[in-house]
T-cell receptor
Framework: GAGVSQTPSNKVTEKGKYVELRCDPISGHTALYWYRQSLGQGPEFLIYFQGTGAADDSGLPNDRFFAVRPEGSVSTLKIQRTERGDSAVYLC????????????FGPGTRLTVL | AQSVTQPDIHITVSEGASLELRCNYSYGATPYLFWYVQSPGQGLQLLLKYFSGDTLVQGIKGFEAEFKRSQSSFNLRKPSVHWSDAAEYFCAVGVFGNEKLTFGTGTRLTIIP
């Protein structure tokens, strides 16, 4: 595809509900990243995939957060029992692979937990 | 662990004036350094990056940045800003062998006529 796409662009949910956020990386990109950007802050790393496996999930804040990438392309970030503090813009990025490659970011999903 | 500081939360510049956005990093070895721009409703777009070699890096849209190891800085510059440069600018640091980027808190740039 032309770029990284994320769906939905906006998601409003109630406290305690379960949400899934989807990321479609650039075609052929093997590495995929999730970041979270809270209001007035820079993006914070959540998790990194190389292929199908999570190579680094050290940024996931707690066990309510989980991400998968079953076929090495599309990734889904899953948040259980959402809390108001989870409200943020969730960004996805992809690269062709390697730490020196440019990370290309999607437009993000704005999650609001009421 | 690496960290990034952007001391200026908000900067206002007149159109046509020069611009410098400050970025300081903390890391024991030579980091990889990046500047990204984020416009409202848009994803982060890479302006330029530094990995090694020439410490003055040219980017897109007329931006440049200079890596100064002695000052642990990677300031972004543009000789003459345009109204379309109004956006949020983020400095980020990466480390070889560690895939994640660490971002600063950003500098919001406002352009006045």
């Amino acid at each position: 595809g032309a770029g990284v796409s994320q769906t939905p662009s906006n998601k409003v949910t109630e406290k305690g509900k379960y949400v899934e956020l989807r990321c479609d990386p650039i075609s052929g990109h093997t590495a995929l990243y999730w970041y979270r950007q809270s209001l007035g802050q820079g993006p914070e790393f959540l998790i990194y995939f190389q292929g199908t496996g999570a190579a680094d999930d050290s940024g996931l804040p707690n066990d309510r957060f989980f991400a998968v990438r079953p076929e090495g392309s599309v990734s889904t970030l899953k948040i259980q029992r959402t809390e108001r503090g989870d409200s943020a813009v969730y960004l996805c990025a992809s690269t062709a692979g390697g730490s020196t490659d440019t990370q290309y970011f999607g437009p993000g999903t704005r999650l609001t937990v009421l | 662990a690496q960290s990034v500081t952007q001391p200026d939360i908000h900067i206002t510049v007149s159109e046509g004036a020069s611009l410098e956005l400050r970025c300081n990093y903390s890391y024991g070895a030579t980091p990889y350094l990046f500047w990204y721009v984020q416009s409202p409703g848009q994803g982060l777009q890479l302006l330029l990056k530094y990995f090694s070699g020439d410490t003055l890096v040219q980017g897109i849209k007329g931006f440049e940045a200079e890596f100064k190891r002695s000052q642990s800085s990677f300031n972004l510059r543009k000789p003459s800003v345009h109204w379309s440069d109004a956006a949020e600018y983020f400095c980020a640091v990466g480390v070889f062998g560690n895939e994640k980027l660490t971002f600063g808190t950003g500098t919001r740039l406002t352009i006045i006529p």
